[in-house]
C-alpha cells in the first residue's frame, strides 16, 4: 500500500500552485483518474481535489456562445436546457457515454482528458505499453487489437481516444479554456488531442500544471439537424468500435453546411474539412454522404482484427449524415 497526500484546493490559482509539487495530480470526479490508480497504471504520491474551485456553472458568452465549466458534471451538461436546444449533438454524445452513474459524477474537463482503453495500457501484467511505459513497445501493433485505430496511428502507439464528448465538441469547433503558472491560453479542441507519433504517452498539448478551466461553444449554428451514431459491442455502458457526429446546417433539402467527425477510429476525434465541403449546398443524398465519408476516411489502414472498422466507419458517417438531415 502506498500513501497518497491529499489536497483540497479553493480556487483555480491554488489548484495550480499545489499541483506543481512533485508527482501530484488534479482529481475532479475520478472515473478514470481512480480506475488507473487501482490498477497502479498511474501512481500519484498527491491529489489536489478541485471539485470546490467555483468551475462548475454553465453561462451565456456574450457573443451568443456557451461556456460550459471544466467541473460541470457530464450529467449536468447533457440535460442543461440550453445545451439540449442549442447543442443537441452534445447532449446525444454525453448520453451515450458511460453509465448513468459515471455520468453524475464525470466532468467535462475529465471526459476531455480520458485516456485511452487498449488494454495492453490498462494492465499492467502487459510489459509492452509504449504510452504506459514509454520505450517498452506496442503490444497492440502485432496483438489483439480489434478496437484499435485505423487513421493516425504511429509505428509506437494505435489506441484510440475513448470519448464520445470529444467527438461532438470537434465537430462543434469547442474552444478548450486553460489556466498555467504562465497565464491562461484557450485552444481550439481540433489542437488539443495529439496525434501518438514517436510520444505516445502524451495525449494533449497541456503543459505542466496547466488546469481545464472551461469548454467555449460557439454560437450555435447545428440546432435541427444533428445526430450521434455510436456503434458498439452492447447498448449501454461501452465504448465505441466506430462513433459519427454529424452537424448539419439546410435550408430545405440543401445542406448550407456540414460538420462530421469520427470517433473510436483514432488518438484523436477524426475530422476532415475537405469531407465536410463536398456537401456544401448540395442537396443530402446517400451518394453524396458516402462520397464524403471516403474522403474522411481516405488513408485509413486496418490492423489484423480490426479490418471491418473502415466499412463500419464509412457506414457510420452515411447514416449519420442521412438521419441527420432527417431530424428536426
Ligand atoms: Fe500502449 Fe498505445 Fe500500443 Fe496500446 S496501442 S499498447 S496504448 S502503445
Not at 491529489?47 to 451568443?64: F, R, W, Y
Not at 470519448?163 to 469547433?173: G, R, T
Not at 453546411?257 to 476532415?272: F, N
Request: proline content about 6%; some cysteine.
Amino acid at each position: 500500500m502506498r500513501a497518497i497526500d491529499f489536497d483540497q484546493a479553493s480556487d483555480p490559482a491554488s489548484a495550480i500552485r499545489l499541483v506543481q509539487q512533485p508527482n501530484t495530480k488534479f482529481i475532479g470526479g475520478g472515473t478514470n483518474l481512480l480506475d488507473l490508480m487501482k490498477g497502479d497504471v498511474e501512481q500519484p504520491l498527491r491529489l489536489v481535489d478541485i471539485n470546490h474551485i467555483g468551475l462548475d456553472q454553465i453561462t451565456e458568452l456574450p457573443g451568443g456562445g456557451l461556456r460550459i465549466g471544466a467541473l460541470a458534471r457530464n450529467s449536468d451538461t447533457a440535460n442543461h436546457a440550453l445545451v439540449r436546444s442549442r447543442y443537441p449533438l452534445l447532449t446525444q454524445a454525453l448520453l451515450s457515454g458511460a453509465s448513468p452513474q459515471l455520468r453524475n459524477m464525470a466532468t467535462i474537463g475529465g471526459n476531455l482528458l480520458q485516456r485511452t482503453r487498449c488494454p495492453y495500457f490498462m494492465d499492467t501484467a502487459f510489459a509492452m505499453c509504449n504510452k504506459r511505459a514509454p520505450g517498452s513497445g506496442c503490444g497492440a501493433r502485432e496483438g489483439y487489437n480489434r478496437m484499435h485505430a485505423i487513421l493516425g496511428a504511429s509505428s509506437a502507439c494505435i489506441a484510440v481516444n475513448p470519448s464520445d464528448m470529444n467527438v461532438a465538441l470537434v465537430a462543434l469547433d469547442a474552444v478548450i479554456q486553460v489556466s498555467g503558472p504562465k497565464g491562461e491560453r484557450s485552444i481550439p479542441i481540433a489542437g488539443f488531442h495529439r496525434l501518438p507519433g514517436t510520444m505516445p504517452q502524451v495525449d494533449t498539448v497541456l503543459q505542466p500544471a496547466e488546469l481545464i478551466t472551461a469548454v467555449d461553444l460557439p454560437p450555435p449554428a447545428f440546432t435541427r439537424h444533428t445526430h450521434y451514431l455510436k456503434v458498439r459491442e452492447r447498448n449501454s455502458y461501452a465504448f465505441a468500435l466506430v462513433s459519427a457526429a454529424a452537424a448539419l446546417d439546410m435550408i430545405g433539402a440543401t445542406v448550407r453546411q456540414a460538420r462530421i467527425a469520427l470517433g473510436g477510429v483514432a488518438h484523436k476525434p477524426w475530422r476532415v474539412p475537405a469531407a465536410e465541403a463536398l456537401l456544401a449546398g448540395q442537396a443530402l443524398d446517400e451518394a453524396r454522404c458516402r462520397q464524403a465519408a471516403r474522403v474522411l476516411l481516405d488513408g485509413a489502414q486496418a490492423f489484423r482484427d480490426n479490418g471491418f472498422k473502415i466499412q463500419l466507419a464509412e457506414r457510420a458517417v452515411v447514416r449519420a449524415l442521412l438521419e441527420a438531415g432527417e431530424s428536426a
